[in-house]
């Protein structure tokens, strides 16, 4: 088959026509080696634009995020600069409380820091997971190590009734079950006790844990878990972490929030593994 010079300056016009932005259907449906090598520009074409969609889509995304961080950091950094000047002149009765306030602000800061860098390795796929066998009441343990001193301020008692084995990777797990009882511990009225529940079906393994606080409307359900923008006091950015987590693992959450001012109850459900937990890509 002869292809004129004709044909090869027209195909040439298009593909650049399609360099610079336009969309161009080079399809024409007839018979030879041109018309296939139309359709193959125009399916490379297509796919070009659909990745640089994503891309414009993953930029968006990561300028929001990267907003979002920044106004969380500048909250508790600002509040410290402000106390660091104040404790230059501040009377020695001040000066303890100042203090204190400082070491919060730098503990709530760098638990930020942890959990952006966190969520970060899960979305970009290089958080190395390791499931092994373990009993959720030694995974309950390792749980609440972080978060004696909190309960132990608020004199609140968590309560686990029931055990199972559980295949998940231990660190990562036991990391979003302290966020979703510490999440329980802040809403929950100082002197009370925080219910954990472990039990089995056919379907999935569950740890719930019910706080003792005002419940959840159901229409906030659904934004517990958006990064920075939950309704509840706080961050947001730990319920999103617990779900991220569950969620690579085959898991998910489910919140009940009974809104008749009895609590809220977050149950997280393992389910059998359907896969491998993702193996991280080579950076």
């Known amino acids: 088959m002869i292809i004129s010079r004709k044909e090869i300056e027209s195909l040439s016009k298009d593909i650049r026509r399609i360099i610079d932005g336009q969309e161009v259907d080079l399809r024409d449906n007839l018979e030879g080696r041109l018309s296939i090598l139309k359709n193959d520009i125009h399916t490379l074409a297509g796919r070009l634009n659909e990745e640089s969609a994503s891309l414009k889509k993953e930029k968006s995304a990561m300028a929001n995020t990267l907003a979002d961080i920044s106004h969380q950091l500048k909250t508790p950094l600002t509040a410290m600069i402000v106390m660091v000047e104040l404790l230059e002149t501040a009377p020695s009765d001040k000066r303890a409380e100042f203090i204190y306030n400082l070491k919060q602000g730098l503990t709530?800061?760098?638990?930020?820091?942890?959990?952006?860098?966190?969520?970060?390795k899960l979305e970009s796929g290089t958080a190395a997971l390791n499931p092994v066998y373990i009993h959720a009441s030694h995974l309950l343990d390792i749980a609440l190590y972080p978060l004696h001193i909190l309960l132990d301020i608020k004199d609140q008692k968590v309560n686990i009734t029931g055990d199972s084995q559980l295949y998940c990777d231990k660190n990562w797990t036991a990391?979003?079950?302290?966020?979703i009882i510490k999440n329980a511990s802040e809403h929950s009225p100082e002197g009370c006790a925080i219910e954990v529940n472990i039990s089995t079906n056919p379907i999935s393994t569950q740890i719930s844990i019910t706080d003792?606080?005002?419940?959840?409307?159901?229409?906030?359900?659904?934004g517990l878990f958006n990064r920075f923008g939950n309704s509840?006091?706080?961050?947001?950015?730990g319920l999103a972490l617990s779900l991220a987590i569950m969620r690579e693992q085959n898991g998910d959450i489910e919140v009940k929030g009974r809104s008749d001012?009895?609590?809220?109850?977050?149950?997280?459900?393992?389910?059998?593994?359907?896969?491998?937990?993702?193996?991280?890509r080579k950076m």
């Not at 419940?215 to 359900?221: L, V, W």
């Open 212 to 222: 003792q606080g005002q419940g959840i409307p159901d229409s906030q359900i659904k």
């Open 108 to 120: 709530q800061t760098e638990w930020l820091a942890s959990t952006l860098l966190k969520m970060a």
């Open 232 to 237: 509840r006091k706080g961050n947001g950015i």
């Open 175 to 179: 990391q979003a079950l302290t966020n």
């Open 261 to 280: 001012h009895k609590g809220a109850t977050f149950i997280l459900k393992f389910y059998p593994q359907a896969r491998s937990p993702r193996v991280p």
